[in-house]
Every structure is written in C-alpha cells, then in structure tokens.
Nanobody, 129 residues
Framework: VQLQACGGGLVQAGGSLRLSCVAS????????MGWFRQAPGKEREFLAA????????FNADSVKGRFTISRDNAKNTVYLQMNSLKPEDTAVYYC???????????????????????WGQGTLVTVSS
C-alpha cells in the first residue's frame, strides 16, 4: 500500500483543517489506519487510529475531543479532522497502515504505534498564534 497525505497548510490558532490520506492498492479496505505527527526536534507521536471497517476508533489523550479520524473505503481514503488547533499542533502529519489484519491471531485494539508500517509522505501543518 502506498500512501499520500495532503491537506496541510497554515492556519490560525483555533482554526480547523482536514487532512486526507489516499491509499493505492486493494488491501487498504482490510487494513486499520493511523495518523501520526512529528514536530521539529521531537519524536513521532501517535494520534489516532481507525479499524479497517470504521467500526472503532482510537484517539490519543493529546488530541481527544479535538481531532477525529474517519475513512471512506470506497475512496481508499482516511481523514483527520482537526479542530481547535493550537500552535503546539504544528508538525508534519503522516498516515500509516497497520501491519496485518483482524484475522491475525495477535490482533488487538487499540493498536500500538509499533503496529504500524508503510508510512506515507507527510503533510505540514503550521498553526500560528
């Protein structure tokens, strides 16, 4: 699966953005997906995940109540709706595909950051104060 994130840009604090991540390949619909971000000088941070069928989602405490992950399997796309943005949300945002499927004997929910691979090219989000 190849991934391409887009939708980043410059926004004022308190504003909103919606990121999209388009996947190529037929296996997208069987894969859980996740969003991560990495700010300059910081480690990559796990933000959100969504089950292959959209049945369950997970949000990290840092974005809970502000960010929402969703997906449209007909469009091979996963989204990250970001509201009430803060300057500390400034980072490059990446989507990623979870390794394996729900049929794997070790499958669990929510996923851990290490469960993800197949990183896409990121999109830069800059939040001004």
């Amino acid at each position: 699966v190849q991934l391409q994130a887009c939708g980043g840009g410059l926004v004022q604090a308190g504003g909103s953005l919606r990121l999209s991540c388009v996947a190529s390949g037929r296996t997208f619909v069987r894969r859980d997906m996740g969003w991560f971000r990495q700010a300059p000088g910081k480690e990559r941070e796990f933000l959100a995940a969504i089950m292959w069928n959209g049945g369950m989602t997970f949000n990290a405490d840092s974005v809970k109540g502000r960010f929402t992950i969703s997906r449209d399997n007909a469009k091979n796309t996963v989204y990250l709706q970001m509201n009430s943005l803060k300057p500390e949300d400034t980072a490059v945002y990446y989507c990623a595909t979870r390794r394996g499927t729900i049929y794997d004997p070790t499958y669990h929910w929510p996923p851990a950051p290490v469960d993800f691979g197949s990183w896409g090219q990121g999109t830069l989000v800059t939040v001004s104060s």
